[in-house]
């Protein structure tokens, strides 16, 4: 994509949950981490696949979008051996400026997988300064992606996340000075805004601050994963409601709610507006299709 070039398509993917789990190092069977190789082998491993994963990466060269946004949950257990995988299939995805990526909570899954997730993935971490702080601003073809983190280490049974005081603080600064510079303004992070702490184990313990920035501040689109299912909502923004859109896992072949690997395309249209389209994991072809309205 041209820099100068307006933002004609980009896509939105999640929870790639990178299959197959490395082999792991004694010194890494942490109490979290015990549990999670547990549910991999008895569980996940069946559900997250790579043929799914390789099926998205043919996919996506074929819709050619201008820029591909991750909306975390990259690895499993946050191995640091899990993150250079990841770094490894992002190459294959295309060139590192025309992808925004953010962690979720299994990339911070124990207090060393920041500083492993940091090493491995330095080079789509970094904004548009070369400063590798969240929020990410990276500014592409007239549009402002945000990527916000809400990935922090919790305990054994939890994935809650948290924005933070100072990530606020930037965080609604940069809306402000987008919407000056008259950009599309597209904030991105994991967790889903409208699932605060009241969400047991799994919600955003200050969404209700982020909606506070939002509805004073406005933003034109808000994306986000971890649900693991198709989700869409709104949020009160200044003028006009925020739509929010969440995707389900990527790598999905089958789970229990019968889902498979599902992604969105957003095409831009005129004031600012994204027509959206669904498309799923068809296990039968092996493809991605137009998902069933």
């Known amino acids: 994509m041209s820099p100068n070039a307006p933002m004609r398509l980009f896509a939105h993917i999640s929870d790639l949950h990178l299959p197959p789990l490395p082999a792991i190092r004694p010194r890494e069977f942490t109490g979290k981490r015990l549990l999670g190789y547990v549910v991999w082998h008895r569980r996940r491993k069946y559900e997250h696949r790579v043929e799914v994963l390789d099926a998205l990466l043919h996919e996506l060269a074929r819709q ?27 190459g294959r995805l295309g060139p590192t400026r025309a992808v925004t990526l953010i962690p979720g909570n299994h990339d911070a899954y124990v207090q060393a997988s920041e500083e492993a997730m940091r090493w491995a993935l330095r080079p789509w971490l970094l904004d548009d300064d070369g400063a590798a702080e969240f929020p990410l601003l990276q500014v592409r073809g007239g549009v402002a992606f945000i990527g916000v983190s809400t990935a922090i280490p919790t305990g054994i049974g939890q994935a809650r996340g948290r924005v933070g005081c100072e990530q606020m603080s930037r965080l609604a ?14 904030v991105v992070l994991h967790h889903p805004p409208q699932w605060g702490a009241e969400v047991w184990r799994r919600g955003l313990d200050d969404a209700s601050a982020l909606r506070a920035i939002i509805a004073r501040e406005g933003a034109d689109l808000v ?11 709104e949020l009160p923004g200044p003028h006009a409601p925020v739509p929010v859109y969440g995707v389900a896992s990527a790598s999905l072949l089958k789970n229990r709610a019968h889902q498979t690997g599902h992604y969105r395309l957003f095409r831009h249209r005129a004031g600012g507006h994204f027509a959206v389209e669904e498309r799923c994991f068809d296990p039968a072809i092996g493809t991605f299709t137009a998902a069933r309205v």
């Open 223 to 233: 994306l986000h994963g971890h649900a693991h299912g198709p989700r869409q909502a």
């Open 64 to 90: 050619a979008p201008d820029h591909v946004v991750i909306t975390g949950d990259l690895t499993n257990l946050g191995l640091a051996a899990e993150f250079e995988g990841v770094a490894r299939w992002l």
């Open 173 to 186: 600064a940069i809306l402000r000075t987008a919407f000056a510079r008259g950009l599309i303004r597209v």
